[in-house]
C-alpha cells in the first residue's frame, strides 16, 4: 500500500551504497535480490507495538529503531550468525510525524553500519497504533550454527554481561528515580549491545550451545535444557549483576536477574577444553564472560539453582511476552 508520503519516505531512507557484495537489488523493485553465497542462512522476525513493547515514555524512536534492531541482531549472534540483511515493515498512525519515522530508521541505520548489514526492504500501511517489525538476514559458516539443542553433559555454562540490568534501566524510567548508575541501567535498556561480535569471534570453537537473554536468563537456560535433554545446575553467586543493581529491593534484584529479560546478553555451554578460548576472545572484546554452572546429567530436564549449598529447582515463571 501507498500512503500519501511513502515515497518520500522510501527515497529518504533507502541507502546510497550498499555494503554487502551479494547484493543485487536493493529498495526499488517488486523485491530485493541477493546472491545465494553463504553456508547457511539465519533468517528471524521481531515485531513491536506501541503500547505493548515501547511507550514514548521510556524509549524515543531512535532508540525504539535501534532496539528493534538489536533484538533481531541479538538473535542472529545466539545463533552465530553474521547479519546481513534487514528488512522493515512499518504500521503508522495518521498523526506520526515524517521526522519521527525517519528518527526510528536512524537508530536502525545507527546498529546495522556497525555490522555492516544492508536495508534492502520493507513495506509501509497506515494504521491505528505504530508497529514495527523487522526481519533479519545472516550467514553462519557450515556446520557452525549453534543450536539450543547443543549442550552436553558437563558443559560449562556461560553468560556475557550483566543481567537484570534493562529491566532496572525501565523500572527507573517507568517510576522516575534519581538514582546512582540511572544514566548507566538507562542506557543498557535503551541501547542495549547485541553481541554479534563475541559470537562470531567463536567461530573457531566446533560445539557450542547458545541462546540469547531476552526473557531472562532463567528462562533461556530452560530452553537449552528442554531442548538439550539435560539438567542445569546454576550457581546463584555466579550470576553477573552489576555492582548499582544492589540499591533496589533484594526481591526485584532476584527477579530482575533471573527473569528481568532484553539485556541481549548470551548464554551458553561450551566443553570445557574449550572454555578458556571462550575466555580469551571475551577478554579481547574486552566483553565480561562469566562461568556460571554446569551441565548435568539427570532424567528430569530442569534448571537447579545452587544458593550456599542449598539447591533448588528455578522455576520458568517472570515475565515473557506473548509472542
Ligand atoms: P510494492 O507495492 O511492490 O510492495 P512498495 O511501494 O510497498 O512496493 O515499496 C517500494 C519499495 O520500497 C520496495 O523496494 C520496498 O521493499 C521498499 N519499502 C517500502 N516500505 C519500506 C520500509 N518501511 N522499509 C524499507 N523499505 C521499504
Ligand atoms: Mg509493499
Do not use: C
Amino acid at each position: 500500500m501507498k500512503t500519501m508520503n511513502e515515497f518520500s519516505l522510501i527515497e529518504a531512507i533507502k541507502q546510497k551504497t550498499y555494503k554487502q557484495a551479494s547484493l543485487e537489488r536493493g529498495i526499488g523493485d517488486d523485491t530485493a535480490i541477493f546472491r545465494e553465497t553463504a553456508g547457511e542462512l539465519a533468517v528471524a522476525v521481531d515485531t513491536f507495538v506501541e503500547g505493548v513493547h515501547f511507550t514514548e515514555k521510556t524509549m524515543s524512536p531512535f532508540q525504539l529503531g535501534y532496539r528493534a534492531l538489536a533484538a533481531n541482531f541479538s538473535d542472529l549472534a545466539a545463533m552465530g550468525a553474521l547479519p546481513m540483511y534487514y528488512l522493515v515493515s512499518l504500521v503508522v498512525p495518521d498523526r506520526m510525524k515524517e521526522s519521527k519515522l525517519l528518527e526510528i530508521f536512524k537508530g536502525m541505520e545507527h546498529l546495522s553500519n556497525r555490522h555492516g548489514a544492508d536495508l534492502i526492504g520493507g513495506d509501509t500501511v497506515s494504521g491505528k497504533d505504530l508497529v514495527l517489525s523487522v526481519t533479519v538476514i545472516g550467514k553462519i559458516e557450515k556446520g557452525k550454527a549453534r543450536y539450543r539443542n547443543l549442550a552436553k553433559v558437563d558443559d560449562i555454562v556461560f553468560a556475557t554481561g550483566t543481567l537484570g540490568d534493562s529491566r532496572a534501566g525501565l523500572y527507573i524510567l517507568q517510576h522516575d528515580l534519581q538514582i546512582d548508575g540511572r544514566d548507566y541501567f538507562i542506557n543498557r535498556h535503551q541501547l542495549p549491545t547485541p553481541r554479534v561480535t563475541f559470537s562470531n569471534s567463536l567461530r573457531s570453537i566446533k560445539r557450542l550451545a547458545l541462546n540469547d537473554i531476552s526473557d531472562g536468563i532463567g528462562n533461556e537456560v530452560h530452553e537449552i535444557a528442554e531442548e538439550s535433554g539435560v539438567s542445569i545446575v546454576l550457581e546463584d553467586e555466579k550470576v553477573p549483576t552489576h555492582p548499582g543493581l544492589a540499591t533496589f529491593p533484594a526481591e526485584l534484584q532476584q527477579k530482575w536477574k533471573y527473569f528481568g529479560g532484553e539485556d541481549f546478553e548470551l548464554v551458553g555451554t561450551v566443553a570445557k577444553k574449550d572454555w578458556q578460548t571462550v575466555q580469551q576472545k571475551a577478554e579481547k572484546l574486552n566483553l565480561r564472560v562469566t562461568a556460571i554452572g554446569h551441565v548435568m546429567n539427570k532424567d528430569e530436564h530442569a534448571v537447579y539453582l545452587d544458593k550456599n549449598g542449598n539447591i533448588n529447582k528455578l522455576s520458568k515463571e517472570g515475565y515473557t511476552h506473548l509472542k
